[in-house]
């Protein structure tokens, strides 16, 4: 196994085991269990109103007419309420304007019937919630999680029920077109969707995993995304799409144990995308064009789950460009693919191109990318104005340079040197 933070841990119950809870889990009486939570007389709602952990959950449950609901006496419930930081990620102006998505996804909150204390649940337990949606108990070292949100204020006791509270607001009610909407982080996610026309896909989704770039991954990439075409974008996020189930961060784990600590698998835009488990807390994506973020995995949705990442994945077929093998004609020429003289190479906006230097003694023959003026914008020391540009993704050593092609950089490259002799010069020219 390998050594992930314990909340990728797998457990050994299946993850499909499903429990039926019933009142029967809470038969043990206060008088049965002397270490169980002291008997109130506040209802949930009244629990909820007087406790400031969940001041933002109290003002919800009064705008979506739910107050008289968990006030009721004669009711039993088990509230899995999310704590005010629960709700950060998310654009409660968005969530409100949507009719019946705040009601939606409280009521996905809750399990009707039956008072469940924290000693109750077990490890891959599937629990029915009041909107006849489920959610997959999980238990490890770190404590309980459900569908990705940890119980942090367990087996808070009211007349009519239970609350835990939890780190996260559970959006598994609502499609994936409507969780990358109501996230602050997939913002430009969902506006690329929108625009390029996939948003029905993303409602209509069944069985989806999808990797979301974060918004600074999007602003990281806009120079090169504004050079593509709509049907260009569109392919680049299903490229993002696992189409043939809902893989959790366990499941996930799981594979990469069982090969190796690295899978291919394809996508729905046709392609293949390798993913890596490089240490005991980094999984990466084609080779490090992102990795996975920790502290966003495993948000589900009624039609799949995602997990969100620091960079926008490009399909091989978009980021390949041509690899000029080099050489030198002493210190008076390069030599590129065999045709001496420095020849003019030609390159494309959104290209990955490499220079491949392995013959070359760079030591004598250090190469470089510079502008028309002779500064110097990359080189084989990976130094350079755009040496640190998140987007160029400059690797550069003494077998060669590789980088990508952004409108940035295209806009300035006008040569390629050897910058200790000024006869090894050749033009760089852009063809978009």
Same mark, same amino acid.
């Given at each position: 196994?390998?050594?992930?933070?314990?909340?990728?841990?797998?457990?050994?119950? $299946?993850?499909?085991?499903?429990?039926?809870?019933?009142? @029967?889990?809470?038969?043990?009486?206060?008088?049965?269990?002397?270490?169980?939570?002291?008997?109130?007389?506040?209802?949930?709602?009244?629990?909820?109103? $007087?406790?400031?952990?969940?001041?933002?959950?109290?003002?919800?449950?009064?705008?979506?007419? #739910?107050?008289?609901?968990?006030? !009721?006496?004669?009711?039993?419930?088990? %509230?899995?309420?999310?704590?005010?930081?629960?709700? *950060?990620?998310?654009?409660?102006?968005?969530?409100?304007? &949507?009719?019946?998505?705040?009601?939606?996804?409280?009521?996905?909150?809750?399990?009707?019937?039956?008072?469940?204390?924290?000693?109750?649940?077990?490890?891959?337990?599937? =629990?029915?919630? #009041?909107?006849?949606?489920?959610?997959? =108990?999980?238990?490890?070292?770190?404590? &309980?999680?459900?569908?990705?949100?940890?119980?942090?204020?367990?087996?808070?006791?009211?007349?009519?029920?239970?609350?835990?509270?939890?780190?996260?607001?559970?959006? +598994?009610?609502?499609?994936?077109?409507?969780?990358?909407?109501?996230?602050?982080?997939?913002?430009?996610?969902?506006?690329?969707? %929108?625009?390029?026309?996939? $948003?029905?896909?993303? %409602?209509?989704?069944?069985?989806?995993?999808?990797?979301?770039?974060? !918004?600074?991954?999007?602003?990281?990439?806009?120079?090169?995304?504004?050079?593509?075409?709509?049907?260009?974008?569109?392919?680049?996020?299903?490229?993002?799409?696992?189409?043939?189930?809902?893989?959790?961060?366990?499941?996930?784990?799981?594979?990469?144990?069982?090969?190796?600590? *690295?899978?291919? &698998?394809?996508? $729905?835009?046709?392609?293949?995308?390798?993913?890596?488990?490089?240490?005991?807390?980094?999984?990466?994506?084609?080779?490090?064009?992102?990795?996975?973020?920790?502290?966003?995995?495993?948000?589900?949705?009624? !039609?799949?789950?995602?997990?969100?990442?620091?960079?926008?994945?490009?399909?091989?077929?978009?980021?390949?460009?041509?690899?000029?093998?080099?050489? !030198?004609?002493?210190?008076?020429?390069?030599?590129?693919?065999?045709?001496?003289?420095?020849?003019?190479?030609?390159?494309?906006?959104?290209?990955?191109?490499?220079?491949?230097?392995?013959?070359?003694?760079?030591?004598?023959?250090?190469?470089?990318?510079?502008?028309?003026?002779?500064?110097?914008?990359?080189?084989?020391?990976?130094?350079?104005?755009?040496?640190?540009?998140?987007? %160029?993704?400059?690797?550069?050593?003494?077998? +060669?340079?590789?980088?990508?092609?952004?409108?940035?950089?295209?806009?300035?490259?006008?040569?390629?040197?050897?910058? @200790?002799?000024?006869?090894?010069?050749? *033009?760089?020219?852009?063809?978009?």
């Amino acid at each position: 196994m390998f050594g992930l933070p314990s909340m990728f841990r797998r457990s050994l119950p $299946a993850v499909g085991a499903t429990l039926a809870l019933t009142v @029967a889990l809470a038969a043990c009486s206060d008088d049965d269990d002397p270490g169980a939570p002291q008997p109130t007389d506040d209802t949930i709602s009244e629990v909820v109103a $007087a406790d400031d952990r969940f001041t933002t959950l109290g003002i919800l449950l009064d705008q979506a007419d #739910l107050i008289g609901t968990f006030d !009721n006496p004669n009711a039993t419930f088990t %509230v899995f309420a999310p704590v005010d930081a629960a709700f *950060e990620p998310l654009d409660l102006d968005v969530v409100a304007g &949507v009719d019946g998505a705040v009601s939606d996804i409280l009521t996905y909150h809750v399990v009707d019937g039956a008072a469940v204390f924290s000693g109750d649940l077990e490890d891959g337990q599937v =629990v029915t919630t #009041l909107g006849g949606e489920t959610l997959l =108990v999980r238990i490890d070292d770190d404590g &309980v999680r459900l569908n990705g949100a940890r119980v942090i204020v367990p087996d808070v006791e009211a007349e009519n029920g239970v609350i835990h509270g939890i780190d996260r607001v559970l959006l +598994g009610s609502r499609h994936l077109a409507d969780v990358v909407w109501f996230l602050d982080d997939t913002r430009e996610l969902y506006d690329a969707v %929108v625009a390029v026309g996939l $948003a029905d896909a993303f %409602v209509d989704a069944d069985g989806w995993t999808v990797f979301a770039p974060d !918004n600074a991954a999007f602003e990281a990439v806009a120079d090169v995304v504004a050079g593509l075409e709509a049907e260009e974008i569109q392919a680049v996020l299903q490229y993002h799409v696992l189409p043939d189930g809902a893989t959790n961060s366990t499941e996930l784990l799981g594979l990469l144990d069982a090969n190796g600590g *690295e899978v291919t &698998v394809t996508t $729905a835009q046709g392609e293949d995308l390798v993913i890596t488990l490089e240490d005991a807390s980094t999984i990466s994506f084609n080779g490090g064009q992102a990795t996975l973020n920790l502290d966003e995995i495993d948000r589900y949705a009624s !039609n799949g789950i995602i997990h969100l990442i620091d960079g926008v994945l490009l399909p091989p077929s978009f980021s390949a460009g041509p690899t000029f093998s080099m050489g !030198n004609e002493g210190s008076s020429a390069w030599i590129v693919d065999g045709e001496g003289g420095n020849p003019t190479l030609e390159v494309e906006t959104g290209q990955r191109v490499e220079f491949d230097l392995a013959e070359v003694n760079s030591s004598v023959h250090p190469f470089a990318i510079v502008d028309s003026g002779g500064a110097v914008l990359l080189d084989q020391s990976g130094n350079g104005t755009f040496s640190q540009g998140g987007e %160029v993704d400059l690797v550069a050593n003494e077998d +060669g340079v590789t980088f990508t092609v952004t409108a940035g950089l295209a806009a300035e490259l006008a040569s390629y040197i050897c910058t @200790a002799h000024g006869s090894m010069t050749g *033009e760089l020219a852009v063809v978009d």
